[in-house]
């Protein structure tokens, strides 16, 4: 294990994959278990050629973001890792607020694109097109630059705003 070589002056704000907010989350009707490495934090799809199974690629929407619920054994001269090994489970949620890394800079509002090839993430406008990645109806609700750890949620879509009486 290298030594560590830098101190950074201010924490993180957190680790991606992990729950941001106190809001309910939503997790997949059934277990699954990693049929390729999948990076906590990212996105998953389930894989067709075997049965529970998921993968960090596909097409289409993905089926859920890997959230970071360790279940895999480090070993004790294996350095930390914020990946899932093949054959152990990964928790996969479909609805709530999630420490993310982007790959490009992220501004509050913009959509949260699944990139088909790795499941990593991207953003950019509603409906926008972006290069070998899917929207997903997750959106950015704290901002950072590209490759920075920023928070993404699909909650704010589900809020109904009250209605205004007639004549106000």
């Known amino acids: 294990m290298a030594f560590q070589q830098t101190v ?22 059934k ?3 990693a049929s390729a490495a999948c990076n906590i934090g990212g996105f998953v799809w389930a894989d067709a050629d075997k049965e529970g199974c998921v993968k960090p690629t596909g097409t289409g929407r993905p089926l859920g973001f890997a959230v970071r619920e360790i ?10 890792s914020n990946t899932v ?30 990139v088909l090839a790795d499941g990593t993430i991207k953003t950019g406008a509603a ?25 993404i949620s699909n909650w704010r879509g589900a809020v109904v705003p009250a209605s205004t009486p007639s004549g106000s």
């Open 8 to 29: 950074n002056t201010y924490p993180g704000i957190g680790i991606p994959g992990a729950y941001a907010a106190i809001n309910p989350i939503v997790s997949t009707a």
């Open 85 to 114: 090994p093949v054959g152990y489970p990964v928790s996969v949620e479909v609805k709530g607020d999630f420490f993310a890394v982007t790959t490009t800079a992220a501004t509050v509002g913009q959509k949260v694109f699944a």
């Open 127 to 151: 409906q926008a097109t972006v290069e070998g990645a899917v929207e997903t109806d997750f959106e950015v609700i704290q901002a950072g630059a590209a490759n920075d750890v920023i928070i």
């Open 71 to 80: 279940t895999n054994p480090l070993g004790i001269d294996v350095e930390a």
């Open 31 to 33: 277990g699954y278990v």
